[in-house]
């Protein structure tokens, strides 16, 4: 059936919400994950694509947001794995005798820094 829907059953009609809910509830228990809203995908979506360096006028677009502040300031958010990487950028530029940088340093701040909120 050609409705213009977007999320369709196997058979092209409307997806029924209580259905939805339960095919996301046990997705999320197969990953292993806790619950989350459905609509966490979004937000998910636009920080995946800016940790990819995905330009956020893009990002503004695909989720059809109006303002790209919207696009900023509520969609899109920093991970753990982020502020680690940016950390170790900055200890790449001042080394000392003692703190010898080596390959592992982003996994080393990302260990040291995981889960720690940003000051």
Do not use: M
Not at 12 to 35: D, F, H, I, M
Not at 46 to 73: C, F, P, W
Not at 90 to 108: A, G
Request: hydrophobic content about 35%.
């Amino acid at each position: 059936r050609d409705d213009n829907l977007v999320f369709i059953t196997e058979v092209g009609t409307k997806l029924n919400a209580p259905n939805l809910r339960r095919q996301w509830e046990r997705l999320l228990n197969r990953a292993g994950v806790s619950y989350l809203k459905f609509h966490c995908i979004r937000h998910t979506f636009a920080t995946q694509l800016l940790e990819r360096n995905v330009n956020i006028k893009t990002i503004q677009y695909l989720l059809g947001h109006s303002s790209i502040q919207t696009t900023l300031n509520i969609y899109s958010h920093v991970s753990d794995d982020s502020k680690a990487n940016a950390i170790s950028k900055l200890n790449n530029i001042f080394p000392t005798d003692e703190n010898t940088i080596t390959e592992d340093t982003v996994e080393e701040t990302k260990a040291e820094y995981k889960g720690k909120p940003a000051s």
